[in-house]
């Protein structure tokens, strides 16, 4: 059986790990990443057909966007604990920011993004320590945004 050319892009990315870039210089290395994308919710609408019989219509309700949740390896950085400084000293207008999420490949090699609007960081959290522990120490990041969208 052949297969339509265009069916067949090339082979699935794989994302080795994700850089974001937020405006104003705030910017970071993590190796996950999750929330990239955008949900409508569902309204059910009973309706009686002409027949008298019921039945469920569904219909396209809000639309949101995911909050995306960034992990890393704690760095001496502190410029996302910055940020999150803002929104809770009540600065959300001026920390509200544009950036974009990008995919590397192993080779450090772009090869996916996504650019986000009106960002702004609702939870950053340290590692948790153990003494008798050798894993890396992580921090995690969400992002909540009022728009998003893969460009590449």
Known sequence: ??????????????????????????????????????????????????DGKEFVRKIPGRLK???????????????FWEWRKQVEDGKVDGARKDGS???????????ARWNFEKAWPSKISGPSVKTDDNAVSVEELTIVHEYIKRVT
């Open 1 to 50: 059986m052949a297969v339509a050319k265009d069916a067949v892009a090339g082979d699935p990315l794989v994302g080795f790990n994700f850089g974001v870039l937020i405006e104003g210089g705030v910017s970071g290395y993590f190796t996950e990443c999750s929330g990239l994308g955008s949900e409508t919710e569902v309204i059910e609408h009973k309706v009686v057909g002409k």
């Open 65 to 79: 966007w995911g909050d995306i949740t960034l992990k890393r390896g704690i760095t001496t950085s502190m410029d």
């Open 101 to 111: 999420i990008i995919m590397y490949d192993q080779d450090g090699k772009e090869v």
